[in-house]
């Protein structure tokens, strides 16, 4: 027989996790306001609200705290993460910082101006915030494809070289300070982008006189995708292909919560010398010296060596893998998801889902309600609360895609846990025809909305 895949790795520390009863659910989410970011975590059985910071660490993640170097200045610790930037990425200068939005604060301080356009792949929601609070428009040039749910096009997070050539040539260039692209793109569901799409990219900013900056919070998973799907690519490693992808780049920034598998951290890193001097200020205004960035020594210590496992093969395939699983049973049970599965989660397609909801009472959130009600499994809306009001009219934006992400955290849960998602999202599709009507806002802050926002049932 042939041998079955397993897991790339066993466990040595558990956690223990509480069921509860639908009454007991029912209450703690009126209380909560509808909002699931407002849950106590003992509410949730199995929490798929993210993959950021949720990742379990591993023994040599651990030991490597018990030797980080705390001193103020000059840590080893802070000389260990340079060492690995630099080996991972190329990049010889680079700035901790305590997560990746913070990257983005100090980076985009630097670098964006009122009235500046960024364009790029579904820019995630920290980085539009961070554009949008400096008065600068983000411009969505994603391939058309990433918004077909079904269709099958292996880089989704691609961008339309034709949509940013417009860009480019319509604007003076003084008013774009870079291109950004996220790896992989969470925003269009943890899709990736091709080598052949940087590298295009990349000579798209040189011919007009721009930067490129990648948001790499996935970059590993969009690594393995690039190895399993690339023509070409099929034969080298890991860490040969981040190399190639990055030398694409100027600049990046990292919110190392993800691909790094830390629960606290972040980096940026560039090419610029005199770039990284205008940062530093910046870095030590908002985060802390610049050998550590608002990270304690021995945080630099376990995210050095997360980047290391995480651009490991076997890790990735364990991940990936796990990921498609649930998508698989998902597909199986008849539940619309977006194809082909994404790196780091499931999106569920809650038009179809619940397609009698109108989109003014928010279909994904009711859809993440109603399975956080059935199983106490937490997912989050990636649809018309993440997607904001347009900071100019204040109407809603109504996203092409309402979305819930069912985002699996990094060797924390096991296949059974997956099995166990996967009923209760089927449950709830048994019976979606029931539902007559979703939430509407009862109080909700002027950015960023989602994480605060409050609802109540329209009845
Ligand atoms: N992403 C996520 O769940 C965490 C916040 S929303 C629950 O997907 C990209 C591509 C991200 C991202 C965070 C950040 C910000 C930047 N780029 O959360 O500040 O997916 O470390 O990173 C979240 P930080």
């Not at 490129?212 to 190895?227: G, H």
């Not at 292909?241 to 190392?256: G, N």
């Not at 496992?309 to 649930?326: H, I, M, N, P, S």
């Not at 977006?338 to 909801?357: N, V």
Request: net charge neutral.
């Amino acid at each position: 027989m042939e041998l079955p895949f397993a897991e790339s790795y066993k466990i040595k520390m558990v956690e223990t996790l509480r069921r509860s009863s639908r009454e007991e659910r029912e209450k703690w989410l009126k209380d909560s306001c509808y909002n699931l970011f407002k849950l106590r975590s003992e509410y949730v059985y199995i929490d798929l609200l993210t993959d950021s910071g949720t990742g379990a660490m591993s023994d040599k993640q651990w030991s490597a705290m018990m030797v980080g170097d705390e001193s103020y200045a000059g840590a080893s610790s802070y000389h260990l993460m340079k060492d690995t930037i630099k080996k991972l990425f190329g990049f010889a200068d680079f700035l901790p910082t305590h997560q990746g939005r913070a990257a983005e604060n100090v980076l985009f301080t630097v670098l964006v101006k009122p009235e500046n356009i960024i364009p790029g792949n579904s820019h995630f929601d920290t980085t539009k915030g961070h554009i949008e609070f400096r008065k600068a428009h983000a411009v969505d040039c994603t391939i058309d494809e990433a918004f077909n749910p079904t269709l099958n096009h292996p880089f989704k997070g691609n961008i339309n070289l034709n949509k940013l050539e417009k860009v480019l040539k319509e604007n003076p260039i003084e008013k774009i300070p870079f291109i950004i692209v996220t790896l992989t793109c969470n925003s269009s569901g943890g899709q990736p982008v091709s080598l052949q799409n940087l590298k295009d990219v990349h000579m798209l900013a040189r011919k007009y006189g721009t930067r490129v900056l990648f948001d790499s919070a996935r970059f590993a998973e969009n690594a393995y995708f690039i190895k399993t799907r690339e023509k070409g690519y099929e034969n080298k490693t890991i860490r040969e292909i981040v190399l190639e992808m990055f030398s694409y780049a100027d600049m990046m920034t990292m919110s190392s919560k993800k691909d790094a598998i830390v629960n606290i951290g972040g980096f940026i890193a560039m090419r610029d010398h005199d770039l990284f001097q205008q940062a530093s200020v910046y870095n030590i205004l908002f985060e802390g010296y610049i050998t550590y960035g608002g990270m304690a020594g021995r945080d630099m210590s376990a995210l050095s060596q997360g980047l290391m496992e995480a651009t490991e093969f076997d890790y990735l395939e364990t991940r990936v893998k796990q990921v498609a699983y649930l998508g698989e049973k998902l597909k199986n049970y008849g539940v619309p998801v977006l194809e082909p599965f994404g790196g780091h989660a499931i999106f569920i397609d809650a038009k179809k889902f619940l397609p009698t909801i109108p989109k003014e009472e928010f279909i994904a959130q009711t859809l993440a309600i109603e399975i956080y009600l059935e199983g106490g499994v937490r997912a989050v809306e990636i649809g018309t609360l993440l997607a904001d009001r347009d900071p100019e009219t204040r109407e809603n934006r109504f996203p092409e895609l309402e979305m819930v992400r069912l985002a699996i955290p990094r060797r924390v849960y096991t296949n059974n846990h997956m099995d166990y998602v996967a009923v209760t999202v089927a449950n709830v599709y048994q019976y979606r025809n029931t539902f007559k009507n979703g939430f509407k806002i009862i109080r909700e802050a002027p950015i960023l909305r989602h994480f605060t926002v409050e609802l109540d049932k329209i009845c």
